[in-house]
């Protein structure tokens, strides 16, 4: 199930994590024992709180409300996040569970990745769904062979939905010779080193593309 994880514990790193997966509402892979038995099942993580505890608030009818303080762990296929957490209170269909500040990530980026922290790269992207399709294009942050970052202004945010399909067109005045598909995997509320208020969407690819790499070879050498 897991490869290589790469823990995290830093307060900050984690509120960008849980916060990003809350804002999909997140499915995670759940399980725990009842009566040396263990029990799996699934949750949405719909919001988190962050006072002196981290609490994440899931939806959930499934579980039993006599499962107070019983240990659970929690895993997000798509993200490849696994956790630990205690069962702290129900309310209505929502679970509370206290979040131990301790998360892994799969370490699964062995390809290089470009940023572009000094300089704008224009992407041109289409997203599409069921009702519409439209060509767009945006700041790009960083690119590899298997994924994307890109910026978009706040206010563009309502065009874009988590699991919306996107395709990378072109990269600068490069055309790729076919388009590259994904999926949008995360979105993030920021703001820049101006103050203007942004929002990174991760996108996985669909499969790899050696190809950007070579369009980031050429970009190097221009």
């Given at each position: ?41 699934s ?46 209170s ?13 998360i ?57 939905k ?23 995997v ?37």
């Amino acid at each position: 199930m897991f490869n290589k994880l790469r823990e995290i514990t830093d307060i900050k790193n984690i509120r960008n994590t849980l916060s990003g997966c809350a804002k999909a509402k997140a499915i995670f892979f759940i399980w725990y024992k009842v009566n040396d038995e263990r029990v799996k099942s699934s949750l949405n993580l719909v919001d988190v709180n962050f006072d002196s505890k981290i609490i994440g608030l899931f939806e959930s009818k499934i579980i039993p409300r006599d499962q107070l303080n019983v240990e659970i762990f929690l895993y997000h296929e798509e993200f490849k996040i696994l956790f630990k957490g205690i069962i702290n209170s129900f309310e209505e269909d929502l679970v509370h569970i206290e979040i131990i500040p301790k998360i892994f990530i799969e370490e699964k980026r062995e390809r290089k990745r470009f940023y572009f922290k000094k300089i704008d790269v224009i992407v041109k992207i289409e997203i599409k769904t069921s009702e519409f399709s439209s060509k767009e294009f945006v700041n790009l942050d960083n690119i590899s062979e298997t994924g994307m970052c890109f910026d978009i202004p706040l206010e563009d945010k309502i065009k874009y939905k988590h699991s919306m399909e996107i395709s990378l067109l072109k990269i600068e005045a490069i055309k790729l010779p076919n388009k590259i598909l994904g999926t949008i995997v995360h979105m993030t509320d920021v703001k820049n080193q101006k103050g203007d208020e942004l929002v990174k969407i991760g996108v996985k690819f669909n499969q790899t593309n050696p190809i950007i790499s070579e369009v980031m070879l050429i970009m190097e050498n221009s």
